[in-house]
């Protein structure tokens, strides 16, 4: 294996000596994250995405291709709003609701 400019600095290092090591310490960490192995929302395997446009992420293995942040495919607020966990929490709501109808019922 051929020697390595960029053992510490890591995808930073082809910009050399340029743009300071505090933007290049950001630059690195934004790359590793997205280029690190993801879970795809489809089939819930865990690979490395394709970013085919900003944004736009696709699972190799499935296929499906989705909506994501600019440098990771699940944001924050993505996470927050997921469909799988808003589905979950409406039929919390629902079942809650059907309880409480019922101990009305029965209380009447």
Do not use: D, N
């Not at 696709?58 to 944001?75: M, R």
Request: proline share 6%; glycine share 12%; aromatic share 10%.
């Amino acid at each position: 294996m051929p020697f390595s400019h960029t053992k510490i600095v890591g995808p930073a290092g082809r910009y050399g000596a340029r743009y300071g090591m505090g933007l290049r310490r950001k630059i690195t960490m934004i790359e590793v994250r997205q280029r690190g192995r993801h879970r795809c929302p489809s089939c819930r395997e865990l690979v490395r995405l394709e970013r085919p446009a900003f944004g736009i992420w696709k699972c190799p293995k499935c296929g499906f291709t989705f909506a994501g942040g600019a440098w990771a495919p699940q944001t924050v607020l993505g996470k927050t709003f997921a469909p799988e966990e808003l589905k979950q929490i409406e039929l919390e709501k629902m079942r809650w609701k059907e309880r409480v109808k019922a101990l009305r019922a029965a209380g009447t």
